[in-house]
Nanobody, 115 residues
Framework: QVQLVESGGGLVQAGGSLKLSCAAS????????IGWYRQAPGNQRESVAT???????DYADSVKGRFTISRDNAKNTAYLQMNSLKPEDTAVYYC?????????WGQGTQVTVSS
């Protein structure tokens, strides 16, 4: 059973930065894809950024140029560097890991951007 633990969320002013971490444990197999998702109150969960084992990345248009996803395969950890944060980035951020046909989710970390 894969377990994911996010950290790094918090309260920041608009224009500020935060770095989220997602630590995976419980599997000896490589995690093909790690993604960051977010869900704001009243909204559906949306994809923010994904990264493959070979570090191919994809971003939502709303975060391109501001967020950077990365991973350390040796540590089974993924990161999301968020710069130039906007109030509309406020949400609970989740990481998700895909192994084979299964996807595992973390418990989420709150990011709040004040104007």
């Amino acid at each position: 059973q894969v377990q994911l633990v996010e950290s790094g969320g918090g309260l920041v002013q608009a224009g500020g930065s935060l770095k989220l971490s997602c630590a995976a444990s419980g599997t000896p197999f490589k995690i093909e894809v790690i993604g960051w998702y977010r869900q704001a109150p009243g909204n559906q969960r949306e994809s923010v950024a994904t990264i493959t084992w070979n570090r191919n990345t994809d971003y939502a248009d709303s975060v391109k140029g501001r967020f950077t996803i990365s991973r350390d395969n040796a540590k089974n950890t993924a990161y999301l560097q968020m710069n130039s944060l906007k109030p509309e980035d406020t949400a609970v951020y989740y990481c998700a890991a895909t192994l084979g046909v299964s996807t595992y989710w973390g418990q989420g970390t709150q990011v709040t951007v004040s104007s």
